[in-house]
């Protein structure tokens, strides 16, 4: 069922208007609106999956499969093309065939949680294989940006399935990708699985790991508006070649941001890369460009892990991190505590 489902996908026809022809070609302008209507069916049907399960992975997953959606959207307008998605209703598509594959999606989930988290999984192989198709359509350097920072949210989301289905029990099996670009993908990763502790703003932190010390986090939870907001202070993937020179610090020295949506102990956010900017300067205005996708996850008060894959630099791995300081745990264990019992 679900590779007939993905092969009728495939088949969806979209009309090219003859003036967008000279921006991109027929193939470019289809997979775009492919994965406007794929990020919909993924987030509309993590929605559903939450109502019926109440487990936090689908709520938290679904909030990113909408910035997904937004980011693609952005494209859309930037060649002026007209959106696909006419009715943004959780389960409403204007095309029946997009209608059918979401409530065959619902209906297999609704079987069980085991069901639905392998439903979760197979959107994302679904999703990564029509990106890696996608950015290969395409020659334009910003639309494939914006695809690549898509795929590493998607592989941060297989992963996140995977450790969840994995955490049950059950050894996890490709279902549309190869089994080999599945285990490439989350090999290495054993992921915090679900649990009773919820992010709060008991987190607002410095955060490290004692093996590279010298580089760290500040975390900042936002508890009304459920966000997360992380600063990364880290190096370049190599040392400087002696040529380049900084008058303030370090040549090779890096600063990311990152924002998103948390529910649980888990905060899916995408990351931003700032440069371009002077010390102590508002000209030139900085610039901000996305570099990829985090897994922020907190077993404890004390400790959590950071699961990173930055697109632009194909770089991806897992960081535990720690509290450089004990402060605030006491607080946070008070937090927590008013959590569980509400």
Same mark, same amino acid.
């Given at each position: 069922?679900?590779?007939?489902?993905?092969?009728?996908?495939?088949?969806?026809?979209?009309?090219?208007?003859?003036?967008?022809?000279?921006?991109?070609?027929?193939?470019?302008?289809?997979?775009?609106?492919?994965?406007?209507?794929?990020?919909?069916?993924?987030?509309?049907?993590?929605?559903?999956?939450?109502?019926?399960?109440?487990?936090?992975?689908?709520?938290?997953?679904?909030?990113?499969?909408?910035?997904?959606?937004?980011?693609?959207?952005?494209?859309?307008?930037?060649?002026?093309?007209?959106?696909?998605?006419?009715?943004?209703?959780?389960?409403?598509?204007?095309?029946?065939?997009?209608?059918?594959?979401?409530?065959?999606?619902?209906?297999?989930?609704?079987?069980?949680?085991?069901?639905?988290?392998?439903?979760?999984?197979?959107?994302?192989?679904?999703?990564?294989?029509?990106?890696?198709?996608?950015?290969?359509?395409?020659?334009?350097?910003?639309?494939?940006?914006?695809?690549?920072? /898509? &795929?590493?949210?998607?592989?941060?989301?297989?992963? =996140?399935?995977?450790?969840? %289905? @994995? !955490?049950?029990?059950?050894?996890?099996?490709?279902?549309?990708?190869?089994?080999?670009?599945?285990?490439?993908?989350?090999?290495?990763?054993?992921?915090?699985?679900?649990?009773?502790?919820?992010?709060?703003?008991?987190?607002?932190?410095?955060?490290?790991?004692?093996?590279?010390?010298?580089?760290?986090?500040?975390?900042?939870?936002?508890?009304?508006?459920?966000?997360?907001?992380?600063?990364?202070?880290?190096?370049?993937?190599?040392?400087?070649?002696?040529?380049?020179?900084?008058?303030?610090?370090?040549?090779?020295?890096?600063?990311?941001?990152?924002?998103?949506?948390?529910?649980?102990?888990?905060?899916?956010?995408?990351?931003?890369?700032?440069?371009?900017?002077?010390?102590?300067?508002?000209?030139?205005?900085?610039?901000?460009?996305?570099?990829?996708?985090? /897994? &922020?996850?907190?077993?404890?008060?004390?400790?959590? =892990?950071?699961?990173?894959? %930055? @697109? !632009?630099?194909?770089?991806?791995?897992?960081?535990?991190?720690?509290?450089?300081?004990?402060?605030?745990?006491?607080?946070?264990?008070?937090?927590?505590?008013?959590?569980?019992?509400?």
């Amino acid at each position: 069922m679900k590779r007939t489902i993905t092969a009728l996908f495939a088949l969806l026809v979209y009309s090219v208007p003859p003036a967008l022809l000279a921006q991109l070609d027929a193939t470019e302008t289809h997979y775009l609106l492919l994965m406007r209507e794929e990020e919909k069916l993924a987030r509309d049907t993590y929605i559903t999956l939450y109502d019926s399960w109440g487990l936090n992975v689908f709520n938290n997953i679904s909030k990113s499969e909408q910035k997904h959606m937004d980011a693609i959207l952005s494209q859309l307008n930037r060649f002026g093309i007209e959106d696909p998605v006419s009715d943004n209703t959780v389960g409403v598509f204007t095309d029946e065939t997009l209608a059918g594959y979401y409530t065959a999606l619902v209906d297999q989930g609704e079987g069980s949680l085991l069901d639905a988290l392998h439903v979760g999984a197979y959107i994302e192989e679904l999703d990564i294989a029509d990106l890696w198709e996608a950015i290969e359509s395409t020659d334009d350097s910003t639309l494939a940006s914006t695809y690549e920072n /898509l &795929l590493a949210g998607s592989r941060n989301h297989l992963r =996140s399935f995977v450790s969840q %289905i @994995s !955490s049950r029990g059950v050894s996890y099996a490709a279902q549309y990708l190869s089994q080999e670009q599945v285990d490439a993908i989350v090999g290495g990763y054993d992921l915090v699985p679900e649990g009773d502790f919820e992010i709060n703003s008991g987190l607002n932190d410095a955060w490290y790991y004692p093996e590279t010390s010298g580089q760290g986090f500040f975390i900042t939870v936002y508890p009304e508006r459920k966000e997360v907001f992380l600063s990364w202070f880290t190096y370049d993937t190599t040392l400087p070649d002696g040529t380049e020179t900084a008058n303030l610090g370090a040549a090779g020295q890096r600063w990311m941001t990152a924002q998103g949506s948390f529910d649980g102990a888990q905060a899916d956010l995408m990351i931003n890369v700032s440069s371009g900017g002077i010390f102590d300067s508002a000209e030139p205005l900085a610039t901000s460009t996305p570099g990829g996708s985090i /897994l &922020l996850q907190f077993d404890g008060c004390n400790s959590g =892990s950071v699961t990173y894959d %930055i @697109s !632009s630099i194909d770089q991806n791995g897992v960081i535990p991190i720690q509290r450089i300081a004990l402060d605030n745990v006491a607080h946070c264990e008070n937090l927590a505590s008013k959590s569980t019992v509400n």
